[in-house]
C-alpha cells in the first residue's frame, strides 16, 4: 500500500535571516558619535562671555570713577586759583588803605571840604595806581575804584572802596566763571 503522502510547504526563513530581524528589534538608537575633547591647557580655558548687563555695570563704574577723579582734579585747580587771587587782593588792600588816607588829607586841607576830582592831586606815585594787572581811579562819590585786567587772573573786576563808609564793594561782570573774587577776603 501505498501511502500518500500530503506534502505541504511552509515558507520559512533561514535562521540567519530571523536571528538579524530579532537582532534589529533589540538593538539600542545609534547615539551621535562624541569628538574627542582636547586636552585644556591654562591659555585654552573657556571663556565666560560679558553679558549687558556686565558690561553697563563695567561702564557705570568707570564712569564714576572718571568724574571723580576729574571732578576732584578740578576742584584742586578752582582752590588754587582762588587761593591765589586771594593773595592777590591782601596785597591790594594797603595800597587801598593809602589813597584813602591821602584822599581824607585832602579832603581836610580843601577849603571845601571836597573829594579830589582825581587821584592825580593826591600827589602819590602813578606807579602804584597803574600796572599791567589792574589800574585805580577816583569816583566823585568818595570812593577808591580798582579795575583788574586780563593779568590779574580775571578781566573787568571792579572793586571799590567807599572811604567813609569804609567798606568794600566787588562788581564782577562774569560772577558765573572762575576765580571769583570776594568781599569777605576784604575784612580780614
Known amino acids: 500500500m501505498m501511502k500518500k503522502m500530503i506534502i505541504t510547504r511552509e515558507e520559512t526563513m533561514p535562521d540567519k535571516e530571523i536571528k538579524d530581524k530579532q537582532a534589529e528589534v533589540t538593538k539600542p538608537a545609534l547615539k551621535p558619535e562624541r569628538k574627542p575633547q582636547l586636552s585644556?591647557?591654562?591659555?585654552?580655558?573657556p571663556r565666560h562671555k560679558l553679558g549687558l548687563v556686565e558690561i553697563l555695570m563695567f561702564l557705570l563704574l568707570a564712569g564714576v570713577v572718571f568724574i571723580f577723579i576729574f571732578g576732584m582734579q578740578q576742584q584742586k585747580r578752582d582752590k588754587?586759583?582762588?587761593?591765589?587771587?586771594?593773595?592777590?587782593?591782601v596785597e591790594l588792600k594797603p595800597a587801598f588803605m593809602e589813597i584813602a588816607a591821602n584822599?581824607?588829607?585832602?579832603?581836610a586841607n580843601d577849603p571845601f571840604g571836597a573829594w579830589p576830582?582825581?587821584?592825580?592831586e593826591l600827589n602819590m606815585d602813578p606807579a602804584k595806581l597803574k600796572t599791567e594787572e589792574y589800574t585805580f581811579d577816583w569816583s566823585?562819590?568818595?570812593?577808591v575804584v580798582m579795575t583788574t585786567t586780563e593779568q590779574f587772573g580775571k578781566e573787568g573786576v571792579k572793586i571799590s572802596y567807599d572811604v567813609e563808609g569804609d567798606s568794600y564793594t566787588v562788581e564782577?561782570?562774569?560772577?558765573?566763571?572762575?576765580p571769583q573774587i570776594k568781599e569777605s577776603w576784604f575784612n580780614q
Open 40 to 45: 585644556q591647557t591654562e591659555d585654552d580655558k
Open 80 to 89: 588754587e586759583l582762588e587761593l591765589a587771587m586771594q593773595q592777590k587782593i
Open 103 to 107: 584822599a581824607k588829607q585832602y579832603k
Open 117 to 120: 576830582l582825581a587821584l592825580d
Open 140 to 143: 566823585e562819590s568818595g570812593s
Open 172 to 178: 564782577d561782570p562774569n560772577a558765573s566763571t572762575r
